[in-house]
């Protein structure tokens, strides 16, 4: 039954899209009428609905792009590599097998662990455990008469290790609010530290602080971190404090990292120890790690030539 002052009915009028004749449903309340159909028949109803849904995406995926990008700028991605992703790493399973090396395989990798990362990673840690960590590392070794020499400065890490970035940048849908990705070398980590210590009173006020650089770079989601152990330091026990402040950090919160270092296993075990003997970072970053770390093989593309 109707409400007083209410009646709906139904009328043939014109489509005002296509001037086909239509069953329109029509309701007045008291002396206004009200269309429901929108003044057109059907089937112009179903296509103008979907031409509005398919503008509404489109301004979405625009927003999803424009913040995509400054999200690269803002995330520490160097200017070089913001247009080097997997598309440009240069890989051939078949110069590995003749040359011994495993550019391929460390292209996989990294492929399969960008499209695997949780996107909405807060969500994800409601299960209590942290997406794995990945350390790149390469070492110099001497070449054969069959082999070109692998070179440990120029094999793609920083490539890969950005790539990673690129596309959990791309694949990400709105999901959260805050940027997700973070990329940093180790020196530029130190270079800010450092820089705090001779702040002005005033710039004290404005600037962030050694304690809040670190803490912003540990509850990033994901962390890039490059050139680990690139640099001598004057000061050992610098470098031990402050990667172990991040690196403890991200481990106890589950937020997986990834690292490229040119420093073997055991050498990158004693310099994170510094000269006090203290493993603690090494075996997180391990145990992070899965219990491994990968080992590149291949030529040095900035020698090239």
Known sequence: MEPPGVKTFERKQE???CAAEYTATVSRIYSTELELSGKRCPACREKYWAEVAAEEEAEHQLKLAQTRREWRVKSG??????TEDFSTYKHDPVTDKKKGWNLNEAYELCRDYAERFPVDYKTSL???KAYPSLL???LEEAGTK???A???????????ATAIAHRIIDRWQGETETRIVDVISEPELFAKIQATFSYSQEERQHLPSADQIVQGLTYRPWLVLDDMGKEERKDPQFVQRTLFGLVDGRYKLLRPMVITTNKSPEALRKYLAGNTGDEAVFS???EMCGGEFFRIRGQDYRRKG
């Open 136 to 138: 790149l590392y390469s």
């Open 77 to 82: 991605i160097a200017p070089k590599f913001l």
């Open 15 to 17: 489509c005002q899209d």
């Open 146 to 148: 069959d082999r070109i």
């Open 150 to 160: 692998t070179d440990s400065w120029g094999v793609g890490k920083t490539h890969l």
């Open 284 to 286: 997180r970053l391990l």
């Open 126 to 128: 409601r299960g209590g």
